[in-house]
């Protein structure tokens, strides 16, 4: 389905470090099929790693929301929560 072939496009884009391509791929699949919970973790991971913690933050939870039983998930959201906060600390 359309939903699950823009999440391997934007899994694709994301190995190839192009991360606003990705980011694009994930959002799409998300509108196409709001209640698919795999690109919202991978959109949350890009997030992440782009250092958008807050943004990151909200694509976990609505995973978890979604499917509570999504572990990656869960650790996820914990570590994005941590980098946050040592961020913070750090006063960057």
């Given at each position: 389905d359309l939903a699950a072939a823009l999440n391997d496009r934007g899994q694709a884009r994301y190995l190839r470090v192009e991360f606003a391509a990705a980011v694009q791929d994930f959002t799409a699949a998300i509108e196409c099929q709001p209640g698919f919970e795999v690109p919202y973790y991978n959109r949350g991971l890009v997030r992440y790693r782009l250092?958008?913690?807050?943004?990151?933050?909200?694509?976990?939870?609505?995973?978890?929301e979604l499917n509570p039983q999504f572990e990656d998930a869960a650790l996820s959201l914990k570590q994005a929560i941590l980098d946050k906060e040592e961020k913070q600390k750090r006063g960057y």
């Open positions: 250092g958008d913690f807050d943004e990151a933050m909200k694509d976990f939870r609505k995973v978890l």
